[in-house]
Nanobody, 129 residues
Framework: VQLQASGGGLVQAGDSLRLSCVVSGLTFINYYVGWFRQAPGKERESVAGINWGGYSTDYTDSVKGRFTISRDNAKNTVHLQMNSLKPEDTAVYYC???????????????????????WGQGTQVTVSS
């Protein structure tokens, strides 16, 4: 199983970036996907999650209204569109996948790091002020 995250970079405050996570080696529609981030000296935190069909999403409060998560099951890809970026968004961003054994698991588990079976390598996002 591989999760390949890409799309990070150095931008200015107010700019946008689109992260992508390409997943291989598993049956993609059986998994929900989350984006997480880790800033220097801080713990990894949840950012956004999307269920298997893409019709249910959730976000951490600090990114609501600015970030949008989406998925293309035909391409085994999840995107994170990040608008109005702030310096505090600076971090390494990771995508992760977890199998949804039952429909309600996404809502209760997407933000929990310990639930995820597979992780990507991370992509650096740096936002300058």
């Amino acid at each position: 199983v591989q999760l390949q995250a890409s799309g990070g970079g150095l931008v200015q405050a107010g700019d946008s970036l689109r992260l992508s996570c390409v997943v291989s080696g598993l049956t993609f529609i059986n998994y929900y996907v989350g984006w997480f981030r880790q800033a220097p000296g801080k713990e990894r935190e949840s950012v956004a999650g999307i269920n298997w069909g893409g019709y249910s999403t959730d976000y951490t409060d600090s990114v609501k209204g600015r970030f949008t998560i989406s998925r293309d099951n035909a391409k085994n890809t999840v995107h994170l569109q990040m608008n109005s970026l702030k310096p505090e968004d600076t971090a390494v961003y990771y995508c992760a996948a977890d199998r949804a054994e039952h429909p309600s698991k996404f809502a209760s588990s997407w933000a929990k790091i310990e639930e995820y079976d597979y992780w990507g390598q991370g992509t650096q996002v740096t936002v300058s002020s």
